[in-house]
C-alpha cells in the first residue's frame, strides 16, 4: 500500500537513496533539504530524519547541534507526522561495554570529538521521552555500498584504490567496526516507520571487519595496502542486533564477500571520469 514518507537530508548519501528506494516501492516522497523546509503545520506523514553531521563535527560544534538535534525537535514539535524514524549511530558504543539498545553509555563532554555522541543521544532522549510509539530511534551502523557520492572511509579507500590501485592506511590493522549493506538498511528503515513494535533498534551486520581484512582481500584483488607506522587503532564491539533479528528478516551481506563488486563499481566511475593513474 502507498504511504507518505518524508525524507529529511534528502541530499545526503543516506537520504538520496531512501528517496528512490520508497519512489520505487509505490510510495509518495516528501525531500527536505536546507533550501525547501516545509510550512509549520504540514502533513509529512512517516518521517526519516536522515539529516546529520559526519564529518568535521569536532570543528562546527553549533551546526552539529542544529541539525542532528535542533533539527528534529522542530518537526517533532511543529508538524504533523504519522511517524517519526531518528537516524541515529552505533558510534555512541564507542566506549560501551555492551552495544544491546539497553546498554548504559558514557560520554566525555570535555572532548571535542563527543560532539557528535552527544548531539545524538540528545536527540534519542528526546524522542524516546515522548510518550508516542511511533516515534522510533534506529542506530545505524557503517554504509557499505556501490559509492558514487559518500564521504566516508570505504569510499575513500576504494576511490585510491581504483585511481592509484593502492592505499595507505591511516588507522592501524586492528581497528574494526560493523559495516551493513545499504540494501538491508534500504530494505529495513521503511519497514521499521510503518510497523516497528519497539522504540529503539540496532541495524547493524553484527560482525566486525578489521582494515585488516579488507587489505589483504584488496591485495588479493591487485591493489598494493600499508599501514602508517603511526597508525590509531579504533575498536568497538561487535554490534548486538538480537532484538532486530526477533522482529525483522534481516538479508545477510558481508563486506569482505562484497569488495569484489565495490571495486569493480569504483574502477568504472574512475575510468568513466579519467581519474585513473
Known amino acids: 500500500m502507498s504511504e507518505l514518507f518524508t525524507v529529511v537530508g534528502a541530499q545526503g548519501f543516506l537520504g538520496a537513496a531512501l528517496v528512490q528506494q520508497l519512489k520505487q516501492d509505490g510510495h509518495t516522497v516528501i525531500q527536505i533539504t536546507r533550501e525547501n523546509w516545509p510550512e509549520l503545520g504540514a502533513r509529512l506523514g512517516h518521517v526519516i530524519f536522515a539529516a546529520g553531521k559526519t564529518t568535521q563535527f569536532a570543528q562546527r560544534p553549533i551546526e552539529t547541534v542544529q541539525s542532528q538535534t535542533s533539527l528534529p525537535a522542530s518537526i517533532l514539535a511543529d508538524y504533523n507526522y504519522s511517524s517519526f524514524l531518528y537516524i541515529s549511530s552505533t558510534r555512541v558504543y564507542r566506549t560501551a561495554n555492551s552495544t544491546h539498545e539497553g ?21 534519542e532522549c528526546m524522542c524516546l521521552a515522548l510518550e508516542n510509539p511511533f516515534v522510533r530511534v534506529v542506530r545505524l551502523a557503517n554504509i557499505f555500498a556501490p559509492f558514487s557520492n559518500a564521504n ?7 576511490n585510491d584504490a581504483a585511481r592509484a ?21 534500504l530494505e529495513l528503515l521503511p519497514k521499521i516507520s510503518l510497523s516497528g513494535q519497539k522504540r529503539l533498534y540496532n541495524l547493524a551486520s553484527g560482525q566486525n571487519t578489521s582494515h585488516k581484512q579488507i587489505a589483504e582481500k584488496l591485495e588479493q584483488l591487485g591493489i598494493s595496502t600499508q599501514f602508517e607506522p603511526s597508525a590509531t587503532i579504533d575498536k568497538y564491539l561487535p554490534i548486538d542486533v538480537s532484538l532486530l533479528h526477533s522482529e525483522f528478516d534481516v538479508p ?9 563488486h565495490l571495486l569493480k563499481h569504483a574502477n568504472q566511475i574512475a575510468t ?4 585513473k593513474t
Open 252 to 260: 545477510n551481506y558481508q563486506l569482505i564477500e562484497e569488495l569484489p
Open 103 to 123: 546498554a548504559t553509555l558514557s560520554v566525555a563532554p570535555g572532548s571535542s570529538d563527543e560532539i557528535y555522541n552527544l548531539t545524538k543521544l540528545t536527540a
Open 272 to 275: 568513466d571520469k579519467g581519474l
Open 165 to 185: 590501485r593502492h592505499i595507505n592506511f591511516k588507522s592501524g590493522p586492528e581497528t574494526e567496526k560493523d559495516y551493513v549493506d545499504l540494501r538491508v538498511v
Open 152 to 158: 566516508n572511509f570505504l569510499a575513500s579507500i576504494l
